[in-house]
Nanobody, 115 residues
């Protein structure tokens, strides 16, 4: 059974930092692309960052230079380091594991940024 579980969300002030973690089990983690997405109230889910099995990364323009995605294949975990947080970063953040037709999502973790 595949499980994808996010953690690390919470309340932070504008300009602060948070690190999200996502642990996956039931898959061969190292061959999956891992992504972070977010969805704010009334908005569509959007891609925040993705890291491929080869550790290539891609970021949404809105988070470039502030967020860093990384992975630890030994721990089956992907991270999202978020710095210089802004109120517009507030959302539910979802972790995604994807390879070809296999697509798995976590339940999400709430990030709240106070101004």
């Amino acid at each position: 059974q595949v499980q994808v579980a996010e953690s690390g969300g919470g309340l932070v002030q504008t300009g602060g930092s948070l690190r999200l973690s996502c642990a996956a089990s039931g898959i061969l983690f190292s061959i999956y692309s891992m992504g972070w997405y977010r969805q704010a109230p009334g908005k569509q889910r959007e891609l925040v960052a993705v890291i491929t099995s080869g550790s290539s990364t891609n970021y949404a323009d809105s988070v470039k230079g502030r967020f860093t995605i990384s992975r630890d294949n030994a721990k089956n975990t992907v991270y999202l380091q978020m710095n210089s947080l802004k109120p517009e970063d507030a959302a539910v953040y979802y972790c995604n594991a994807r390879r070809q037709a296999h697509d798995y999502w976590g339940q999400g973790t709430q990030v709240t940024v106070s101004s």
